[in-house]
């Protein structure tokens, strides 16, 4: 991302995640295999957020992890990288989070994000 925005000139970073997300399902299961187990932790905060939103049906719940995480990851990107924290700051780029509905085909996006 960081050779795409500073080098390549990509003005804009879409963290897209999806309805009925087969991995956030396994995370929310706790899930446990091989190298899949260190990604499906990475998930973990976003479950944890969701838990805080009082009871849920399982599907509702897993839609708001996958939410979640989607904000999680950006500040993810934010925090691990200076170099793309500054060309936000600095309104050279914008991050923005969406959720793709696998149902309708339609794009949800959050507020773009560039202070």
Do not use: W
């Not at 997300?21 to 260190?38: F, I, M, P, W, Y």
Request: hydrophobic share 45%; aromatic share 4%.
């Amino acid at each position: 991302m960081e050779f795409a925005c500073k080098i390549a000139d990509a003005r804009l970073i879409v963290v897209l995640g999806h309805s009925g997300c087969s991995a956030v399902q396994g995370a929310v299961d706790g899930v446990e295999l091989g190298r899949l187990t260190g990604l499906l932790q990475k998930i973990r905060p976003a479950i944890e957020l969701a838990q805080q939103s009082g009871e849920l049906a399982r599907d509702e719940f897993v839609q708001r992890v996958a939410e979640n995480n989607v904000d999680h990851v950006v500040r993810e990107i934010r925090a691990r990288s200076e170099v793309l924290d500054t060309m936000i700051t600095e309104r050279q780029i914008g991050i923005v989070g969406a959720m793709y509905s696998v149902q309708s085909g339609g794009i949800h996006f959050q507020d773009l994000f560039c202070e």
